[in-house]
């Protein structure tokens, strides 16, 4: 990496007391950054975005600063470290479903709040309705799914938006669902993820939170046996209602950190891969933290 380019991210990010001003909204995420195994350091880092440009209207997401390791402390160590100023100034953190993320939050930022993803919730959701496919398909074939197995036939139709379905792949939902009675359990699941699809598709936040409210009620609650991944859910979901509702109230997602997530991917392959974290961080905030016209300037 380039000497004088790196000396001078360091100086833009590091030493500068204005790199964190205005900042009011981030998001954070883990991110794999080698895939080598051993030399004593962490395969992830903690990605920590600034979203404020993005709810305002301004600009792009700007990364302000990647540490090593994924973990409440990371995070928590990175906020306390910062000026008192700046973390009451914070009002809403995005994360995924990692819990330690949520712990971090509630203890060094105690006055914002922290919004889980819609796609993470989402994704969630499709995993155990895929376990439900897969644990039925085994209980009704006694094997995995193979071609021309009924639920097998159906894995991508499941996680289709209902709305965005052809009626040719609605029949064939409605067949393969109907061919044994033990496909219930999969349906049933089915129902409820596409009811928290509705949810976030609700152009009414208002009604849309509500609904959303219902759905965690009615999956934590009065199940039937036989849908134990739905149970899972349930529980899971019921845990992180607070962050999952909130989005309906601040409208702050992950996205703009996934697609970081993604810039960074893309900045890994160029390079053939990083060998010194240091070195990656530094080439990362020039790629995404948008300093590369004032490092040019300079």
């Known amino acids: 990496m380039n000497t004088v380019a790196a000396e001078l991210t360091r100086e833009l990010v590091f030493n500068s007391a204005g790199h964190l001003d205005g900042v009011r909204y981030l998001g954070v995420d883990?991110?794999?950054?080698?895939?080598?195994?051993?030399?004593?350091?962490?395969?992830?880092v903690t990605v920590i975005v600034d979203l404020t440009p993005v709810i305002d209207g301004t600009g792009p997401a700007r990364l302000l600063d990647m540490v090593a390791g994924r973990s409440a402390a990371v995070?928590?160590?990175?906020?306390?470290?910062?000026?008192?100023?700046?973390?009451?100034?914070?009002?809403v953190m995005a994360m995924d479903g990692f819990a330690g993320?949520?712990?971090?939050?509630?203890?060094?930022?105690?006055?914002?709040?922290?919004?889980?993803?819609?796609?993470?919730?989402?994704?969630?959701?499709?995993?155990?309705?895929?376990?439900?496919?897969?644990?039925?398909?085994?209980?009704?074939?006694?094997?995995?799914?193979?071609?021309?197995?009924?639920?097998?036939?159906?894995?991508?139709?499941?996680?289709t938006r209902t709305e965005l379905l052809t009626p040719r792949q609605k029949a064939k939902l409605d067949k393969a669902l109907s061919a044994h009675d033990a496909h219930a359990a999969v349906e049933v699941t089915a129902c409820y993820y596409q009811d928290l699809i509705g949810a976030y598709a609700n152009p009414d936040r208002r009604a849309g939170k509500l609904a959303m409210f219902k759905c965690l009620k009615r999956i934590r609650s009065g199940l039937p046996k036989g849908l134990?991944?739905?149970?899972?859910?349930?529980?899971?979901?019921?845990?992180?209602?607070?962050?999952?509702?909130a989005y309906f109230d601040v409208g702050v997602s992950n996205g703009p950190v996934e697609a970081i997530?993604?810039?960074?991917e893309h900045l890994r392959g160029i390079a053939l891969g990083f060998r010194n974290l240091n070195h990656y961080i530094l080439r990362s905030l020039i790629h995404s933290g948008q300093l590369q016209n004032r490092i040019n300037a300079l």
Request: charged fraction near 30%; charge should be positive.
């Open 30 to 44: 883990e991110h794999k950054w080698k895939h080598r195994r051993g030399q004593g350091e962490a395969d992830f």
């Open 75 to 91: 995070l928590t160590d990175w906020l306390g470290a910062k000026d008192p100023n700046f973390r009451s100034r914070v009002k």
């Open 101 to 159: 993320y949520h712990t971090a939050t509630a203890d060094a930022l105690p006055a914002a709040r922290a919004v889980m993803d819609p796609f993470h919730v989402v994704h969630l959701a499709a995993d155990k309705l895929t376990l439900c496919r897969q644990r039925v398909q085994q209980n009704t074939c006694g094997h995995r799914g193979r071609s021309g197995d009924p639920l097998f036939g159906i894995r991508r139709i499941l996680l």
């Open 228 to 245: 134990d991944e739905l149970a899972q859910l349930g529980r899971s979901l019921w845990k992180r209602r607070h962050e999952i509702l």
């Open 261 to 264: 997530n993604g810039r960074l």
